[in-house]
């Protein structure tokens, strides 16, 4: 049994890619993808698929969809500065876990 990795990306957090095709490019988590450490990201790791006619897609075609990028190659955008930052963890007032960026020392919502 393989050792479940405790991920600081989450869905629905602005990330910038650091490594790879995508460069530079920013966008939102929309999945997660923790057995494969992997995420998709809104409009980052674009591939092209062909699809054959259905009743969806009528004409079939060649289609955009965003690939699966590896956690490794994503930093947390800081919700202050807008710069990427490493993510830690902190109790609030509330005695409960919470994740921060590590340059402005700011929670990540």
Do not use: W
């Given at each position: ?18 490594a ?40 079939g ?16 955008v ?32």
């Amino acid at each position: 049994m393989e050792k479940k990795i405790k991920l600081k990306i989450r869905k629905g957090d602005l990330v910038k890619v650091i490594a790879g095709d995508s460069k530079g490019q920013q966008g939102k988590v929309t999945e997660i993808i923790a057995e494969k450490n992997r995420a998709v990201v809104e409009g980052v790791n674009l591939i092209s698929k062909h699809t054959k006619p259905n009743a969806a897609n009528p004409n079939g075609g060649i289609v955009k969809k965003e690939a699966a990028i590896h956690i490794s190659n994503l930093a947390l955008v800081d919700p202050k500065t807008g710069e990427t930052t490493r993510v830690g963890r902190k109790k609030n007032d509330a005695g409960k876990l919470v994740r921060v960026a590590k340059k402005s020392g700011e929670e990540i919502k």
